[in-house]
C-alpha cells in the first residue's frame, strides 16, 4: 500500500509549545500534502511540498521531506488551542489518480 | 456555491434500503473524489472522477457501491441494501484536476454525510 502513516497517532502538548508530526509513506511521490480536520467532518488543506523540494513553510508551519526515508514531518509553531485538530498527511503518486491518506494525529492543545 | 456542496449532512436508513449521497463541486474543477471515513480513522478512496476519462472505481468496497458524474459537475454516491458496516462519514473533494502536479491536486473538500445505518 502507498498509504501514509502518521506519528504519533495523538499528541497532547500546552498552548504556546511546538508540535511535530511525522508521516511515512511507501513509493515514491509526486508531491506530499498536509491536511487538518476538525471534528470529524471536512478536511483543509494546509501545505504542499513537491518531491523535488526539501522544506515548506507557510506561516507557523514547517514541513520537510527527505524522499530518501520516504518521510515528512509537519511542525507547528507556538501552538494555539485553535490548532486542536487531527492532522492527516497525503502523498499523490505519478499516477496522480488516487491519493493517499494516512489514519492521522489528533493534536490537542492546552489552554 | 464557493465551496464543495454535499447533500444530505446527516442521513440515517435502515438496514436493506439504498440511499443516494449528493456532491456539487466547486465551479471548474475537473476532478472529483469520494473517501469513506469510519471513527476515527484515515480516509478510504473510494473513486475518483476526471474529467470525461473513465472514472477510477477501484476503491468501491463492494458492488453495492456506485457513483455517477452527470455533465461533469455534480456526482451521486450510491449504496444499494445498506449494511452497518457501511455507516461512515462519506467525504467528497474536488480539485482542479491532473496536471504537471503541485497545486492542481489540492483538493477541496466538502463537510461530508454522516451516514448511520440501523
Known amino acids: 500500500s502507498q498509504q501514509g502513516e502518521e506519528d504519533p497517532q495523538a499528541l497532547s502538548i500546552q498552548e504556546g509549545e511546538n508540535a511535530t508530526m511525522n508521516c511515512s509513506y511507501k513509493?515514491?511521490?509526486?508531491?506530499l500534502q498536509w491536511y487538518r480536520q476538525n471534528s470529524g467532518r471536512g478536511l483543509v488543506h494546509l501545505i504542499l511540498?513537491?518531491?523535488?523540494?526539501r522544506e515548506k513553510h507557510s506561516g507557523r508551519l514547517r514541513v520537510t521531506l527527505d524522499t530518501s526515508k520516504k518521510s515528512s514531518s509537519l511542525l507547528i509553531t507556538a501552538s494555539r488551542a485553535a490548532d486542536t485538530a487531527s492532522y492527516f498527511c497525503?502523498?499523490?503518486?505519478?499516477?496522480?489518480?488516487?491519493?493517499?491518506f494516512g489514519s492521522g494525529t489528533k493534536l490537542n492543545v492546552k489552554p | 456555491g464557493a465551496g464543495v456542496s454535499q447533500s444530505p449532512s446527516n442521513k440515517v436508513t435502515e438496514k436493506g434500503k439504498d440511499v443516494e449521497l449528493r456532491c456539487d463541486p466547486i465551479?471548474?474543477?475537473?476532478?472529483l473524489y469520494w473517501y469513506r471515513q469510519s471513527l476515527g480513522q484515515g480516509l478510504e478512496f473510494l473513486i475518483y472522477?476526471?474529467?470525461?476519462?473513465?472514472?477510477?472505481k477501484s476503491g468501491l468496497p463492494s458492488d453495492r457501491f456506485s457513483a455517477e458524474r452527470t455533465g461533469g459537475s455534480v456526482s451521486t454516491l450510491t449504496i444499494q441494501r445498506t449494511q452497518q458496516e457501511d455507516s461512515a462519514v462519506y467525504l467528497c473533494?474536488?480539485?482542479f484536476g491532473v496536471g504537471a502536479g503541485g497545486p492542481r491536486n489540492i483538493q477541496y473538500f466538502g463537510a461530508g454525510t454522516r451516514l448511520s445505518v440501523l
Open positions: 497525503a502523498t499523490g503518486g505519478y499516477n496522480f489518480n488516487k491519493f493517499y
Open positions: 473533494a474536488s480539485s
Open positions: 513509493t515514491s511521490i509526486n508531491n
Open positions: 511540498i513537491r518531491s523535488n523540494e
Open positions: 465551479s471548474g474543477h475537473t476532478a
Open positions: 472522477f476526471q474529467g470525461n476519462s473513465a472514472p477510477d
